[in-house]
């Protein structure tokens, strides 16, 4: 193995500050792991780190990305949890191993420490972290597909599982066709939902079908809410899984049904939400944010994955230089995810 290593930095905010560059391959310390990374998979919320910081003090200089898959290349003394050899992936919280509330933070300050923000992300060849901010990958899935569960599998399952308690025979409403989205489609059927899809695409309507979505509505066809409001004879859903953010709430909180559930993860519409105080509060749903989850959860989610057998939607693979081209894709809208691998 040579001492060096490539991984990808910035210096400043923006994608055309984004390099390759060359350093050395780093030790693990007390505790601490090294792992041979094997596959990077990109979430919008990336491109907005990249792109604006999201007003996170980023480690200087910067590399981006949340979510690794890889196999553990040396350890440090002390270390229990994983050996050399072992298949794992990274935590998106790594410091929130469990609990209703993410640490280091209150009322004021968010708690908002994640990898590719607060602090270094994925898009190296090599990377050293803490035991604690690792999971086993699932053993079902290969290195690409298994990259793709820390934010986007994690972030549908807290959302429907965890904290929505999803049972068999709820309605599910899924926004789009990205990551999320489509994680949050295949969950849902597994746990004996009914799903409807939302997409401009009547293509990926079609392709979101073959996955087990039940109704394909396309939003540019009129008012998709009034589509929800025939399909359920005016029930409505009793999860809505947004993925918009900004205006779009309103959307959510006339589809949701009396006492139902909306997850709001998204902000491709922004990040200031707004719904209609009348529905809101003669329906009385239960409106939560979901800011991803813990290790626990990831840990329950790769094992429904090896019970179950779900397989992450791949839209593209591209080699690790290809980052320019990724986040093209990325913001040009993929049908599931996007990943690079060295």
């Known amino acids: 193995m040579t001492d060096t290593m490539q991984r990808w930095t910035m210096a400043a905010l923006g994608r055309e500050h984004l390099q390759l560059t060359e350093s050395a391959i780093p030790q693990p310390g ?34 981006p990305a949340s979510d690794m898959a890889g196999e553990v290349d040396a350890i440090g003394a002390g270390v229990s949890r994983f050996q050399p050899g072992d298949r794992v992936i990274s ?8 609990g209703p509330r993410k640490p280091h ?22 990377v050293v972290v803490h035991e604690d901010w690792l999971a086993a990958a699932p053993a079902s899935l290969d ?31 899924v926004q789009g066709t990205g990551g999320v989205a489509l994680f949050a489609l295949q969950i849902a059927k597994a746990h004996g939902a009914e799903v409807y899809v939302t997409s401009a695409s009547d293509e990926k309507l ?50 949701v049904a009396v006492h139902g559930r909306i997850s709001v993860i998204g902000a491709l519409e922004g990040f200031e939400v707004s719904a209609p105080a009348g529905p ?11 800011g991803v989850g813990h290790r626990r959860a990831l840990e329950d989610l790769v094992r429904a994955v090896d019970l179950i057998g779900l397989q992450p939607v791949i839209d593209q693979v591209y080699r690790f230089d290809q980052l320019p081209q990724a986040l093209d894709h990325l913001e040009r809208g993929a049908f599931g995810k996007i990943v690079l691998i060295p």
Not at 43 to 59: A, F, Q, S, W
Not at 91 to 98: G, H, V
Not at 280 to 290: A, R, T
């Open 30 to 63: 007390p505790h601490e792991i090294r792992v041979k990374v094997k596959a990077v998979a990109l979430n919008y919320r990336d491109k907005l780190v990249i792109e604006t910081g999201m007003g996170m003090t980023l480690p200087q200089p910067f590399t």
């Open 105 to 126: 933070g209150d009322a004021r300050t968010l708690p908002y420490r994640s990898l590719g923000g607060f602090y270094q992300g994925m898009l190296a060849e090599y």
């Open 280 to 290: 809101l509060l003669m329906k009385s749903p239960v409106i939560q944010g979901i």
């Open 206 to 255: 079609a392709r979101a079908k073959a996955l087990g979505a039940d109704h394909g509505i396309n939003r540019l066809n009129g008012d998709w809410v009034d589509a929800v409001y025939e399909l359920t004879r005016d029930r409505g859903i009793d999860h809505v899984v947004d993925t918009v953010g900004g205006p779009n709430l309103g959307n959510s909180v006339r589809a």
């Open 91 to 98: 935590t998106f919280s790594p410091d929130w191993i469990d």
């Open 143 to 173: 290195d690409v597909q298994a990259s793709t569960l820390p934010c986007a599998g994690l972030t549908a399952w807290f959302a429907l599982v965890e904290q929505g308690h999803l049972h068999a025979g709820e309605s599910v409403l």
